[in-house]
């Protein structure tokens, strides 16, 4: 599922968007199918210009029915009534979507026998300072066992010494919940720390929930800013 809202905050439009002939939105769309991993991929979405966008070049959309806080919520909405047993919320402006991270994603699943984990998602190592202040990225702090101990636009840990050798991580927004897990999350009310952050997945955790983080190498280009949608144009090239 990839959910996709025209409005945005600070790049409005930016899913409609020219990258490489074609817009980021179906660039993501066509980049999610080509992995071969799933047995349905659709846009869900609350314009009629994104709907046209992905209908008219062959793909799969469902127009949403209500308006949603996130998008999670979006996608919990059009999969109530579709017979699965995990879903994937890939964001609509990732076009460089690949099949080795979202595989590694998949594999929390298959190894998890006692069906222990509800939710997991991507992290991938970042070292620039610049990146790792930047308010746009968000970044994640893990436990030994890498789940998610929390989200947060500011640089965690905190570095106050530099010659620890820490880590820092970028949470990549791509999420693997079970459909329960899913379902569940929408009747929980958003509370104080996600409301300040916007930081979705932060509402698992205020309610007590695990998310297990997987290390990817690859980073691609989330696009939130025009000067993320020129970095994109150059990666493509």
Known sequence: MIPARYAASRFPGKLMQNLAG???ILRTYEATVETGLFSEVYVVTDSSIIFDEITNHGGKAIMSKHEHQSGSDRIAEAVADIDCDIVINVQGDE????????????QVFTNDSKQEIDLASLMVEIDDWEEINNPNTVKVITDQNSFALYFSRSPIPFPRDKETGIRYFKHKGVYAFRKQALLDFTVLPMRTIEATEKIECIRFLEYGKKIKMVETAIQGVEIDTPEDLEKAKRLWR
Not at 95 to 106: A, H, I, N, Q, R
Request: hydrophobic share 35%; charged share 35%.
């Open 22 to 24: 074609k817009s980021v």
């Open 95 to 106: 076009p460089f979507t690949e099949k080795e991270s979202l595989s590694k994603l998949l």
